[in-house]
């Protein structure tokens, strides 16, 4: 059977980078050598793409997000062989690239413009829904018009922050304390800050334009913090929900350190929840990734309070590490990483040459 050249393409600027490099590092282990020719691409911060043939042969642990290095982490590797797209793509003849990129330039449609130029299949959603659900509050628009039930939120920009004491009037009149600051359009929980008193808005806030022009401030709702991934059917490319996994931090939320730290959680599956809760969250899941116009796979965050669900983000590209949640949902689906790996990419093809 002829091998498909898959290029793994992962790093890139954004803040997300260092998660981004230990879900390639994974894919590139996992993926079945009699099935893939595996090109692994470390984007480098200024978007030259070098290829990291020495990747293909790390074993899997090698994927781990390093040491506690944190989101800010000095690049993984030096940029000397690195080239434009157009001449690795030309070099090496892609059949279809899979995206490892978290965050800004990765996740949000950008890199997948590129690929729809070059005429590359690639994973998960398209431009448009990749862009949209990056954007916390677009998404949550497009939810709230589809009524999804959302968190309630206060949207903050530079200009309307000049205006504080305003601000601070509309958070204590519709949210209240405990309350949740997080830049608009950044994953990881990096940004994240939980607001326990006013005295702590400011400096929350501040650190969030750190990471773009946009700022939410989201009531805080105590509950179950529940995920569910979805997979599309690579054949008829129909999307189904995986099982419900519980999330229990072993922080105040579930922050950076919580997501990627070994011991950082416990993921429960299944989640610990009334059969009908876990019906509607699935229900609730599937409805935001179709909303959204999503391909491929995603993963859906909720918290349920009680029998009251409501929605927090989708992730169109969801980590791949060695503590990541949608492996650990397609496993308890029956599901081994390689073969969920076949499956994403299996519906990449599908999904962008079919006439």
């Known amino acids: 059977m002829t091998q498909v050249r898959v290029a793994v393409l992962m ?26 020719r595996v090109l692994p691409v470390e984007i480098t911060r200024d978007g030259k793409w070098l290829p990291r043939p020495e990747m293909a042969s790390l074993p899997a642990e090698a994927a781990a997000v390093g040491g506690g290095a944190g989101p800010d982490a000095a690049p993984v590797h030096a940029s000397a062989g690195a080239m434009t797209h157009e001449r690795f793509i030309e070099d090496e003849r892609v059949d279809v ?14 890199m997948q413009g590129l690929l729809e130029l070059l005429g590359i299949p690639y994973t998960g959603s398209g431009v448009l829904a990749s862009a949209l659900a ?8 497009i939810f709230e018009w589809h009524r999804i039930p959302v968190p309630g939120y206060v949207s903050v920009t530079a200009q309307r922050w000049q205006d504080r004491g305003r601000v601070h009037q509309e958070v204590a009149e519709h949210l209240g304390y405990p309350c949740v600051v997080k830049p608009n359009a950044v994953g990881s929980s990096i940004g994240i800050s939980l607001i326990r008193a006013p005295s702590a808005l400011d400096p929350a806030i501040e650190a969030a334009f750190a990471f773009g022009p946009l700022v939410l401030v989201e009531e805080y709702v105590a509950g179950a913090e529940l995920t569910c991934g979805i997979l599309d059917d690579p054949e008829t490319g129909r999307p189904e929900a995986l099982p419900l996994i ?15 730290a070994g011991g950082g959680s416990d993921h429960i599956i299944p989640a610990r929840v009334d059969g009908s809760v876990a019906a509607r969250a699935q229900a609730l899941a599937l409805s935001a990734y179709q909303a959204l116009g999503c391909e491929g796979m995603g993963r859906v965050d909720l918290i349920a309070r009680e029998t009251d669900i409501v929605v927090l983000e989708l992730n169109t590209i969801p980590g791949m590490t060695a503590t990541s949640l949608l492996p650990d949902a397609a496993k308890a689906a029956g599901l ?14 599908r999904g962008r040459t079919r006439a």
């Open 336 to 349: 081994a990483f390689p073969d969920l790996l076949d499956r994403i990419i299996r519906s990449a093809i």
């Open 11 to 36: 790093g890139g600027p954004s803040p997300e980078r260092e998660v981004s490099i230990a879900t390639g590092r994974q894919i590139v282990a996992a993926l079945d050598r009699s099935r893939y």
């Open 246 to 260: 519980e999330i229990v931090p072993h922080a105040d939320f579930y922050d950076y350190g919580a997501k990627y």
């Open 97 to 110: 690239a899979f995206i490892a990129m978290h965050g800004p330039s990765g996740e949000d449609g950008t």
């Open 134 to 141: 990056m954007d916390k509050l677009r998404s949550r628009q």
